[in-house]
């Protein structure tokens, strides 16, 4: 899939955002808690996670943010199932592999860490690198955006293994000016929500497809949920900000 990548506001944040070119084809997501298909959109990275699994967080997170087939993206943030967020936790690691998930995109990083030599020029880049082929679970629920305005409109699906990233891989985005240290917003109330956990049943989660055809991610796993109220993801827990830097972003309009 051939994407543009920007350095820039993110719904009032700065951050790290590959889109897909317009016109272009695009990847289609649909199963486990999802009702009908919805297009990919968009990629763009958190450091730290904004998201904490048994109260764990991770030094980087991918959200790949996907819009309800046929919407624009007004449409898509006026209703409750506009759009489905991916988000796949990055774990350092040293040794054989630890570089292949973003090997192709580091080469861009030095035209992103300096914003004066951004380069917008498309590059096809295999998305399919993001997700782990090993069988795993992933924890599902509806929230809001972590970027102002935070509306409510999106299907989160919070993949529960990460991926594996190099320390200087690592070191790229936290040279990138964000505006600060850290670009997440800080771990919220559960507010009596019900967050739900997959059963790993699947051969693989992902497997490499041409661009613009049908991924049925989660069709295999779309019998198998169950809550996970106690357990699992932070998405919600009351982690004090001192634990996580004092960076931690809040969700409020940025002026």
């Not at 580091?106 to 004066?116: A, K, L, N, R, T």
């Not at 019998?223 to 357990?231: E, I, M, P």
């Amino acid at each position: 899939m051939t994407l543009l990548h920007d350095v820039g506001l993110i719904e009032g944040f700065m951050g790290l955002k590959w889109s897909g070119v317009a016109g272009g084809p695009a990847p289609i997501l649909s199963g486990g808690p999802l009702r009908g298909n919805y297009t990919f959109l968009q990629f763009h990275f958190h450091w730290l996670s904004e998201h904490a699994i048994d109260g764990m967080k991770y030094p980087l997170e991918v959200h790949m943010v996907h819009i309800k087939t046929g919407l624009s993206l007004d449409e898509a943030l006026a209703r409750a199932d506009g759009l489905a967020v991916i988000g796949v936790f990055f774990m350092m690691h040293r040794g054989y592999g630890s570089d292949r998930a973003l090997e192709e995109i580091i080469p861009m990083m030095p035209y992103i860490v300096d914003s004066s030599q951004n380069n917008t020029e498309p590059r096809r880049i295999d998305i399919t690198r993001l997700l782990s082929n090993e069988p795993q679970s992933y924890y599902t629920y509806h929230g809001s955006l972590t970027t102002p305005m935070c509306q409510e409109v999106v299907t989160w699906i919070v993949m529960d293994k990460p991926i594996f990233i190099s320390p200087d891989q690592y070191a790229l985005f936290t040279k990138t000016d964000v505006g600060g240290d850290y670009n997440y917003r800080s771990l919220q109330p559960r507010n009596n929500r019900v967050v739900y956990r997959s059963i790993a049943s699947c051969a693989s989660i992902m497997a490499p497809t041409i661009p613009g055809t049908l991924i049925s991610l989660f069709s295999c796993l779309s019998s198998s949920l169950a809550a996970g109220v106690n357990k699992g993801v932070g998405a919600f827990l009351n982690i004090k900000r001192k634990i996580f830097g004092s960076s931690a972003k809040n969700c409020v309009k940025a002026k």
